[in-house]
T-cell receptor, first 116, second 114 residues
């Protein structure tokens, strides 16, 4: 099946620093999504990207859908302690009929630690 | 709305035992999914369902079974638990008609098989 390579695997940063993480794939995706998972909870959607080249922001978060449709990045500006968690990229591929049944392929996750 | 509710939160099984992980959603979503999450591996799709009475295999279905008798419920069955099934299991659902609608996840079931 499709694979997403997410990097870095983990990051340790100081409060106030900016963060950047990315996902790459050998497959073309139609939709890129970024999720955050807090301890003991399920992933929660942060940003969804639907078109190649699209740049979308959600507060301090900015994500882009790569122009080749094989990659995406997520930036977090001015990190705060509550940004701690695991961040996942996920991709969606439409089949020949134009649907995907919502079956997502997930990256391995980036563990973010923010030191106050 | 409670969203997606998973029970139990934690469970320890002995090798060879069986159990059912429960998942219910109250958002009238047609699509439901079971994922497993292993450390450093992201989430892998086990089974999914596009509506009551319809289920299909995902990426890692071996050792699991599902059923979808109602729109609300999507239980996952482990018949002969094995240590390789130690994982955190997440149920998720989404709206059918909007292909880009987000997945709503439950809070997970942490399963240990010893």
């Amino acid at each position: 099946g499709q694979q997403l390579n997410q990097s870095p695997q983990s990051m340790f940063i100081q409060e106030g620093e900016d963060v950047s993480m990315n996902c790459t794939s050998s497959s073309i995706f139609n939709t890129w999504l970024w999720y955050k998972q807090d301890p003991g909870e399920g992933p929660v959607l942060l940003i969804a990207l639907y078109k190649a080249g699209e740049l979308t922001s959600n507060g301090r978060l900015t994500a882009q859908f790569g122009i080749t449709r094989k990659d995406s990045f997520l930036n977090i500006s001015a990190s705060i302690p509550s940004d701690v968690g695991i961040y996942f990229c996920a991709g969606l591929i439409l089949n020949a009929g134009g649907t995907s049944y919502g079956k997502l392929t997930f990256g391995q996750g980036t563990i973010l630690t923010v030191h106050p | 709305n409670a969203g997606v509710t998973q029970t139990p939160k934690f469970r320890i099984l002995k090798i060879g035992q069986s159990m059912t992980l429960q998942c219910a959603q109250d958002m009238n979503h047609n699509y439901m999914y079971w994922y497993r999450q292993d450390p450093g591996m992201g989430l892998k799709l086990i089974y999914y369902s596009v509506g009551a009475g319809i289920t299909d295999k995902g990426e890692v279905p071996n050792g699991y079974n599902v059923s979808r008798s109602t729109t609300e419920d999507f239980p996952l069955r482990l018949e002969l638990a094995a240590p390789s099934q130690t994982s955190v299991y997440f149920c998720a659902s989404r709206h059918r008609d909007r292909d880009n609608s987000p997945l709503h996840f439950g809070n997970g079931t942490r399963l240990t098989v010893t």
